[in-house]
């Protein structure tokens, strides 16, 4: 159901004279303009049919066509006034309506107004535009057009015939006459003390926020109802609570919805009545929470500003994943490479995602699985790519809210020497006499580097033989073993560099060559 306030102009609303229930029109919402006192503000309502004809007349000798005193004043706010249904008398609003102390003076208007509760209205209310003889006592409602013409909304009847009727406004330069309306709905004037045949027809202004029923009786307002009672949710971690609830109204009106986590708003609508709803608190509103308590409100409040609060608190108590250990150091560490053995725990039980890096760049990235031990190692061709030096390890293990551990260890690989062999001869039909052998890498003064070959690699113990300065200076080399074991010849390499005193890079890129 809608306020007075919220129904359109135009609209026909019930309200009982004398008991019998007759047709009032909604002819403005709210203040007309400057020319009315602040009391004028709301929903004017105008009699839709005649309750009465007689004389406007006004007995003061010098102010004949005055409305203040007149015959249709003092019936408006005597009888006619108490005839309206009781409810709605009394909440008919005490107004100062703009008037013209008789036809030679100009308006008295705003706080200057005539204080009334009912009034015909003016000539001006009504639509009179600037070439009709009245003084500008008024501001056009909303209902009405401007016109001096016939208009049907201005056409009202008496006994089921359309008739004349009054306004309260004077002439201009008279004592005399008033404007009036005729029954086909256009301006004229008549003689106030003559012209008996004028209706009277009144209007009255009631607060915007009132509800009228079909019977024309007052609706006192209630404010909307929230299912449930205000209680506690509980304590949560890593998701936020929920909270379910439905909006009633008795009166059924446009309820709006507001659902706050403490002061901050997380959303305002507007339910169907009745239907459930949920309110629930956005992942980012939960992360920005700090543990504690806190509060879930629910304001619903209906047109008439009518209002209903359910507060629901709640214990946010979410803390970052666990990680076992302590930042520390691993050591030095040449041949073998270090490993890092963890474990990731999370009181809240969510999914745990752990990033490892090695100096800042990204190894792996993985949901862990909790209370499970972890191990990160290095394999050994990794292990070859990393330079002498400090390296750092980080173990990153983020939950669902972005709560954050890391773990932080250090190690240093200082490796001096290194030696390689190959494993597998490459055979030869026969003895190889000669060969060239080339290497790369990085060998600074104070290192030492050996590079040894043998044609005999077969056998069980070859005979090798060093050709370091051949394979640096790019020369070949001619074998000086001419013997074997093994049913075949066959040749293999072997290199080792030692760093020595040398800084700085050291180290074999690669070793090859060929024989014949």
Known sequence: MATLGQQAVGTTVKIQLGGAL????????????????????????????????????NDNNDHYNTYPGSYMDTYANNEYFNSIEADIRNRIKQVKIPYTLYGYRDPSTGA?????????????????????????????????DATNEASSKRVATYNGSAAAWWTRSPTNGSFDYVVSVNADGSLDAYERHTSPNGGYRFAFILPSDLYLDSGGHVITNTPPVISGSDGALGTFGDTPPSYQYTVTDAQGGAVSVSERVDSTTIRTYQ???????????????WKSLANGSHSLVITATDPAGASVTRTMTFTKNATAPAITGTDTNLGTFAETAPSYQYTVTDAQGGTVTVTETLDG????????????????????????TILNGTHTIRVQAVDPLGLTTVRTVTFTKNVTSLAFEQTAAMNADAMP??????????????????????????????????????????QRYFFTNQAKTAASWGVRLRASLSRGTASGPCYIASLGGNFQ
């Open 22 to 57: 007759k047709d009032f029109i909604i002819v403005h919402q709210g203040y007309p303009s400057s020319l009315y006192d602040s009391s004028c503000n709301g929903t004017w309502v105008l009699q839709k049919e005649i309750p009465r004809k007689y004389t406007w007349y």
């Open 361 to 384: 760049a990204v190894r792996r990235t993985y949901a862990v699985t909790l209370g499970q031990a972890n191990t990160l190692t290095f394999p050994a061709e990794e292990w070859r």
């Open 271 to 285: 339910p169907s009545l009745g239907a459930q709803n949920t309110a629930s608190i956005p992942v980012n509103t």
């Open 112 to 144: 200057n107004g005539h204080p009334v509760k009912v009034f015909p209205l003016s000539a001006w209310e009504i639509g009179a535009t600037g070439d009709f003889r009245s003084k500008v006592d008024g501001s056009r409602l909303a209902y009405f």
């Open 433 to 474: 006499d000669r060969c060239i052998v080339n290497i790369q890498g990085e060998f600074p003064a104070g290192s030492s580097l050996t590079v040894e070959i043998c044609n005999n690699g077969n056998d069980e113990s070859p005979a090798w033989e060093d050709i370091t300065q051949n394979v640096l200076n790019g």
